[in-house]
């Protein structure tokens, strides 16, 4: 059973910073490309960052040159570096993770429970 944890999420004041984790666990084979989306109440889920198993990445203009997405491969492990934080950054932040499992013959999406970011004016 594949897991994703996700951790470090909490209140803190504009313009300062927090630093999110993702942990996957379970039977993995191999992690292609990694992820940060977020939902805000009343609203859709929406792209934050991505990362490719080769280390490319991808930002949604919104945290462009505020945040910084990175991996530790041999920790399975994906990270979000969120600095300068808007009180419009306030959403619940969801790590995702394209997974091919031992057994299996394809990759396929897998979803962290969520972690709360409040940023307060």
């Known amino acids: 059973q594949v897991r994703l944890v996700e951790s470090g999420g909490g209140l803190v004041q504009a313009g300062g910073s927090l630093r999110l984790s993702c942990v996957v666990s379970?039977?993995?084979?191999?992690?292609?490309?990694m992820g940060w989306y977020r939902q805000a109440p009343g609203k859709q889920r929406v792209l934050v960052a991505t990362i490719s198993g080769g280390g490319s990445t991808n930002y949604a203009d919104s945290v462009k040159g505020r945040f910084t997405i990175s991996r530790d491969n041999a920790k399975k492990t994906v990270y979000l570096q969120m600095n300068s934080l808007k009180p419009e950054d306030t959403a619940v932040y969801y790590c995702?993770?394209?997974?091919?499992?031992?057994?299996?013959?394809?990759?396929?999406?897998?979803w962290g429970q969520g972690t709360q970011v409040t940023v307060s004016s």
């Open positions: 995702s993770a394209e997974i091919l499992g031992f057994g299996s013959v394809r990759y396929s999406d897998y």
């Open positions: 379970g039977s993995i084979f191999s992690i292609n490309a």
